[in-house]
């Protein structure tokens, strides 16, 4: 399984063009670039396809030409950009199926030809175990909303299992029962606010993270083996040195935009 971060920020990315703040300005000292989180996994499932998705996969020289699935979190814009969809109806008409709770299809309707057939859409929610593009997908309830219902997934394929978990803040029971007796080789999970405790309990920040993390060793999910990484990054964070140490307390770790991780 290759898991290629195409983004690890939230959704104004690492630096805001509008601040200046420590880390902005470390990220634009050292010409890093954070951008909203999208994965593409093995090159035939694209998780949150953001306004920036189709940059990000040009800029590491891939292409989406082939691309059988996309599947979507929530509707909130870095995460679903529905002129994706017609971007590609310009000048593609293979099929397409496109996977998210009942807002991402309403939303993505819009952007398509009434008679158009190339694109699957499919509501999913929390609860549900549906295949995609060769992989067993489990939809987790995350603790978040983006007009209605906001999911995480577990992908589990042939060579590894994958946990998506962003946008979330602590995740819900539901969540940890639908997780009861899976184990995952990578984690991808939010960590937006940093040592901030003060903006809401819809995204991570250090100590929930922590605690997540925790959580997850617990129950089995996570091993020795496993792979926790910190996505959808936001400037509330210290600069990526002191971020690094954090994150090493509890087993995490930060990588850059464009990195891959290989089972």
Excluded at 10 to 18: K, L, M, S, V
Excluded at 22 to 50: N, Q, Y
Excluded at 177 to 194: N, P, Y
Excluded at 213 to 229: F, I
């Amino acid at each position: 399984m290759e898991v290629l971060l195409l983004g690890t920020g939230a959704a104004d990315g690492i630096p805001n063009p509008f601040c200046r703040c420590r880390t902005c300005t470390d990220h634009r000292e050292r010409g890093e670039v954070r951008t909203p989180t999208s994965v593409l996994l093995d090159s035939r499932l694209l998780i949150d396809p953001g306004p920036e998705a189709p940059r990000q996969v040009t800029r590491l020289g891939r292409d989406l030409a082939d691309l059988p699935a996309m599947l979507v979190g929530h509707a909130h814009d870095d995460h679903l950009d529905p002129a994706v969809l017609l971007h590609r109806s310009w000048v593609s008409d293979t099929p397409l199926e496109v996977v998210g709770p009942r807002p991402v299809v309403e939303t993505a309707r819009h952007w398509l030809e009434v008679d158009q057939t190339a694109v699957r859409l499919t509501a999913v929610t929390a609860g549900e175990t549906f295949e995609l593009a060769g992989y067993r997908v489990t939809a987790l309830p995350a603790n978040h909303d983006a007009f209605g219902e906001a999911l995480c997934y577990l992908v589990e394929g042939a060579d590894g299992v994958l946990l998506y978990a962003t946008d979330t803040g602590l995740l819900p029971e539901h969540a940890w029962e639908l997780l009861s007796g899976r184990r995952a080789d990578i984690v991808l999970l939010e960590e937006t606010f940093g040592p901030c405790a003060d903006k809401g309990d819809r995204h991570l920040n250090f100590a929930t993270f922590a605690a997540t993390v925790e959580r997850l060793r617990a129950s089995g999910v996570v091993d020795d083996a496993s792979r926790v990484v910190a996505v959808h990054l936001a400037h509330d964070n210290p600069p990526v040195p002191e971020l690094a140490v954090e994150l090493a307390r509890c087993g995490a770790e930060v990588l850059p935009d464009g990195a891959t991780i290989t089972i």
